[in-house]
Structure formats: structure tokens, C-alpha cells
């Protein structure tokens, strides 16, 4: 009975109407207050997701830089060199002259122009070129030397290596020094077995070629150990007429000192 008193309360306030109650009277209108809210919805009435924070990128990571040294970044170089970026080395270390041809590849590419290779740059880089070879690894030398052969290891000999590309200067068994080499082409090949210097020339030039062959040791008929100034400047990208080649004329100067005429050289694979 009390609730449908109440909803006939209710229908009055919205018709605007009298109310007549079990005693015959007649009252007036009903006036419900309804309360109004003071303070505003919390969150949890109306969620709405809050935005996620964008997510930024870690910066890759550096592989190598200026400092480093090894054979990644001998490799380095000669990708480099087959891009046109490096003209030098590979040498095995990162020196100004890579970070300058990094920082070169990276600007033409839209990079960061750190000079420093990251996992960005090198894939790009890898994008671009081939696996180089041994030689395009050691083009202007710096490899490691054969050990030497039987033959050297007594008395005072020039063990050269067809193998390794390399001369060792032996005393008794003993290595003084040693240098990258480089030997005659397909058509002039470098002899090999077991010879002597049989004669010096410290500014010889050569009778059949016309070009020069500074701190000479012959010792095969025309070849000889000497400087080669091609050599220097294009590493084994080119090959001698037989002779055996050196690039460090420093080095050199020093081995013509120190070699005489009657010392064995030794030439094998």
C-alpha cells in the first residue's frame, strides 16, 4: 500500500495534479525535491582510456669506432673501399680517415653523421657491397706470415712466402723482419726454389722495362727483391715482371743494408 501511494506521489508531480487520499480530502499538489549532485562524476562513471605514451626508439647500437682495431674493421674498410668512400687500408685500424669516409656514407644516406659504424650503418653498408676476399682484406699487406720453411732456418736467408705474400729476414733461425711481398703476374711468374743474392744495386732501373728498381738484391737471372713504388700505391691490385716487390721503402732500406751478396733467398708456396 505504502509503495503505491508513493508511485501515485510520483504521477501527481508529473501531471501537476490534485491528490485525493483515502479520507475524501482534497491537498495540493505534491513537490518532490530531488537533490542535486555538488560535485562532479569521478573517472570510474564516464572511463575513457587514457593515451598510451608513444614509444621512442633506443639508438642503435655502435659496432665499432675511432680507436678500434681487428679484423672487423679491416673488413669495414674494404667494404668502404669497394663503395668509394676509402681510397686507403684496409689497414685494421679505425683511424681518422675511416671515421671521416663513415661519416661520408652516413650523410649520403640520410644517417646521423656520427662517423661511428652502429648496427644501422653496417647494414646498409653490408646492403651494398660483397664479402671481400683475402687480398681485398690485405690489400696493402699487414698479413700474417707463413711460418717459415725448413730451408731458412739456417744461416741468413730471405724467406719469401708465395702463400702468405711475405718476406721474413732470418738469421739463424731467427726472424729480423718481416714485410709484405708481391710477385710477378700470370705471364712473368716469380721463380721459385733456392737461390743467392748474387748482386746489389741501390738505384737500379731496369734495362727491359725502363722502370725503376731502387735497393735491388738479384737473384735469379733479372729478378731481384726491390722497391716498388706501384706496389705502395695500388697494393696487390697490380703484379711485377717476375721481381719480388715491396711496398714499405723504409723497410727496404733497411734489409739492403743488412743483406750481402751470397745470402740465400728462399722463395716457396
Known amino acids: 500500500m505504502g509503495r503505491a501511494f508513493a508511485a501515485l506521489l510520483v504521477l501527481a508531480v508529473a501531471c501537476g495534479c490534485t491528490v485525493r ?8 499538489p505534491v513537490r518532490i525535491e530531488v537533490p542535486k549532485r555538488s560535485t562532479p562524476p569521478a573517472a570510474d562513471d564516464d572511463p575513457k582510456p ?10 642503435p647500437a655502435v659496432l665499432w669506432a675511432r680507436g678500434d682495431s681487428g679484423r672487423d674493421v679491416r673488413e669495414l674498410q674494404a667494404r668502404l673501399r669497394q663503395v668509394a668512400w676509402l681510397f686507403d687500408g684496409p689497414t685494421g685500424s679505425y683511424d681518422d680517415l675511416t671515421e671521416r669516409a663513415v661519416k661520408g656514407f652516413q650523410g649520403k644516406r640520410g644517417l646521423p653523421r656520427t662517423g661511428k659504424t652502429d648496427t644501422v650503418t653496417w647494414k646498409r653498408l653490408l646492403n651494398m657491397t660483397h664479402e671481400p676476399g683475402k687480398w681485398e ?3 696493402m699487406g699487414g698479413q700474417p706470415a707463413d711460418a717459415p720453411d ?11 712466402s708465395k702463400n702468405s705474400r711475405t718476406l721474413r729476414w732470418m738469421i ?7 714485410v709484405p711481398v708481391r710477385f710477378g703476374s700470370v705471364g712473368t711468374p716469380t721463380r721459385e726454389g733456392v737461390f743467392s743474392v748474387y748482386w746489389k744495386s741501390r738505384h737500379h732501373v731496369s734495362t727491359l722495362y725502363d722502370s725503376p728498381m731502387p735497393y735491388a738484391m738479384f737473384f735469379s737471372g733479372g729478378q731481384a727483391v726491390h722497391y716498388s713504388a706501384d706496389f705502395a700505391a695500388h697494393g696487390y691490385s697490380g703484379g711485377s715482371h717476375g721481381c719480388v716487390n715491396v711496398r ?5 732500406a733497411d734489409l739492403f743494408a743488412q743483406v750481402r751478396s751470397g745470402d740465400k733467398v728462399v722463395v716457396h708456396w
Open 137 to 139: 682484406l690485405y690489400l
Open 248 to 252: 714499405d721503402e723504409a723497410a727496404i
Open 150 to 160: 725448413p730451408r731458412c732456418l739456417t744461416g741468413r736467408v730471405l724467406c719469401i
Open 172 to 178: 739463424d733461425g731467427r726472424t729480423v723482419m718481416t
Open 50 to 59: 587514457s593515451p598510451t605514451p608513444p614509444r621512442t626508439s633506443a639508438a
Open 21 to 28: 487520499t483515502d479520507d475524501g480530502k482534497r491537498h495540493l
